[in-house]
């Protein structure tokens, strides 16, 4: 049993919920939708009542600092109490944890063996590789880093992080004779492939007979995303093999980003490359 405003609920109420709460939530993603100041006839609109309703709900809100209003403009926008609301979750969230859940079941849809990657001090580094169903030529030990053009992992980053990030690292690779010189305009080649398809495929880049599958998976906190990668024999890395996999990981990547705040918007891929 639980108490609101001094009334019991029980059974099939506290089931329901508060209607009245999931409302002033539409209003709250109204804003947030937005992403800036809004008037009370956008709000309304974007929230599916009427601007006298909406209005009701933003001086609620707005007495317990979720909503704050422009005393110039009038505009409504979120309030400090969201942004401390906010702040506080990011802190408490582990990002790596939250994505590893999800790997096991990745692995077990596909088959294939799974690889996370984050940003490290030198490029992307391997925290957690789960083996598939089918045996690989490979052994990754968590912690090794990845290199930048001949790894799917790589090129996720290098696509989806600025330039300032990804040019040390990719200049390292190529001064340690690690790989050969580039063609001109080959890595604007692969930022322009993995932004199209949303993923990046290698094919014996890193060790002959494997291929990879990587796609990124972004935060609300920032622009440096993390990266998943599945990982198989080439043997089996048929069209339509790649196809379904691929697939399966953008979904799968898309659902982590949700569950990690990430709201896609227009020229995100873009921005995030140049926003150094």
Do not use: C
């Not at 539409?26 to 804003?31: F, I, K, R, S, Y």
């Not at 399966?248 to 705040?261: A, P």
């Amino acid at each position: 049993m639980s108490a609101v405003a001094g009334e019991a609920v029980t059974g099939d109420d506290a089931r329901q919920g508060i209607q009245s709460v999931e409302l002033a939530m539409t209003v709250l993603q109204a804003l947030e939708r937005g992403a800036g100041p809004m008037s009370l006839t956008q709000i309304a609109a974007a929230a599916g009542m009427s601007p006298s309703k909406a209005h009701r709900y933003l001086v609620s809100l707005g007495r317990v600092g979720l909503v704050a209003q422009s005393r110039s403009s009038g505009s409504y926008d979120l309030g400090p109490a969201m942004r401390r609301l906010g702040i506080e979750a990011l802190r408490r969230m582990d990002e790596v944890g939250l994505v590893s859940a999800h790997l096991p079941g990745l692995r077990d849809r596909t088959g294939h063996a799974v690889n996370l990657a984050v940003w490290g001090d030198v490029g992307p580094v391997i925290v957690r590789w789960d083996y598939g169903s089918y045996a690989l030529p490979i052994t990754v030990r968590v912690g090794a880093t990845m290199p930048m053009v001949s790894s799917s992992i790589g090129r996720v980053y290098l696509a989806h992080l600025p330039d300032s990030l990804t040019d040390p690292a990719l200049r390292r690779e190529l001064e340690s004779g690690r790989r050969p010189a580039l063609p001109d305009g080959e890595v604007e080649r692969i930022r322009a492939a993995v932004r199209r398809d949303g993923y990046a495929l290698t094919t014996g880049g890193v060790i002959p007979g494997v291929s990879s599958v990587a796609a990124p998976v972004f935060t609300g906190a920032g622009p440096l995303p993390l990266a998943v990668g599945l990982v198989l024999p080439s043997t089996q890395a048929t069209d339509a093999v790649v196809a379904e996999v691929a697939e399966e990981l953008l979904r799968t990547t898309r659902m982590m980003s949700t569950e990690l705040g990430h709201v896609e918007r227009s020229g995100d891929s873009a921005g995030r490359r140049r926003g150094a």
